[in-house]
T-cell receptor
Framework: GENVEQHPSTLSVQEGDSAVIKCTYS??????FPWYKQELGKRPQLIIDIRSNVGEKKDQRIAVTLNKTAKHFSLHITETQPEDSAVYFCAASKRSGGYQKVTFGTGTKLQVIP | DADVTQTPRNRITKTGKRIMLECSQT?????MYWYRQDPGLGLRLIYY???????NKGEISDGYSVSRQAQAKFSLSLESAIPNQTALYFC????????????FGSGTRLTVV
């Protein structure tokens, strides 16, 4: 089955710096790659996603890049702010038996230091 | 927002007890899921359902059962709770193509003592 590895597990950055979280996946059939943000004590929420026909997608200070050949994708947060502090999960999804099977990474705890 | 609601929010139960976690949604989604979150392990799929007549096992279904009582309701049961089922449980919904990813509920923190 699909295996998604996520690095680093923890990341501390100074406010205003950039943060990068990387994920690799094993199944070349995966075609949808969402990123979720989970603030302390809250539910995971989708912040950005990318499909396999696109190499990069941006939404204000966040961007995701996808390299299908190397089977890796990354989340980039620029001009980090304290409210960016959270756990971030990547996921890879592929069509399997009539549904989009989703496999999550193990999460990255991002701390933005004021 | 309260479009995916889980009850209870927190629960402490004893080993061997039966417990039910409930999830209801107003998203109008056909697809509902139960996930378990453990520190360092991410989110793992327990069961999923495409509609009221369709139930499927996920990667860690042993020790759990589910019921899809209606399009909007999906409950998770632990028939005989054990301590290693202590975790944070999330219900989630989606449309067929995951066009907007998952919408998660607020979670149920379950402790089995």
């Amino acid at each position: 089955g699909e295996n998604v590895e996520q690095h680093p597990s923890t990341l501390s950055v100074q406010e205003g710096d950039s943060a990068v979280i990387k994920c690799t996946y094993s199944d070349s059939a995966s075609n949808y790659f969402p990123w979720y943000k989970q603030e302390l004590g809250k539910r995971p929420q989708l912040i950005i996603d990318i499909r396999s026909n696109v190499g990069e997608k941006k939404d204000q200070r966040i961007a995701v890049t996808l390299n299908k050949t190397a089977k890796h994708f990354s989340l980039h947060i620029t001009e980090t702010q304290p409210e960016d502090s959270a756990v971030y999960f990547c996921a890879a999804s592929k069509r399997s038996g009539g549904y989009q099977k989703v496999t999550f990474g193990t999460g990255t705890k991002l701390q933005v230091i004021p | 927002d309260a479009d995916v609601t889980q009850t209870p929010r927190n629960r402490i139960t004893k080993t061997g007890k039966r417990i039910m976690l409930e999830c209801s949604q107003t998203k109008g989604h056909d697809r509902m899921y139960w996930y378990r979150q453990d520190p360092g392990l991410g989110l793992r799929l327990i069961y999923y359902s495409f509609d009221v007549k369709d139930i499927n096992k996920g990667e860690i279904s042993d020790g759990y059962s589910v019921s899809r009582q209606a399009q909007a309701k999906f409950s998770l049961s632990l028939e005989s709770a054990i301590p290693n089922q202590t975790a944070l449980y999330f219900c989630a919904t989606s449309d067929i193509t995951l066009s907007h990813g998952y919408t998660f509920g607020s979670g149920t923190r379950l402790t089995v003592v």
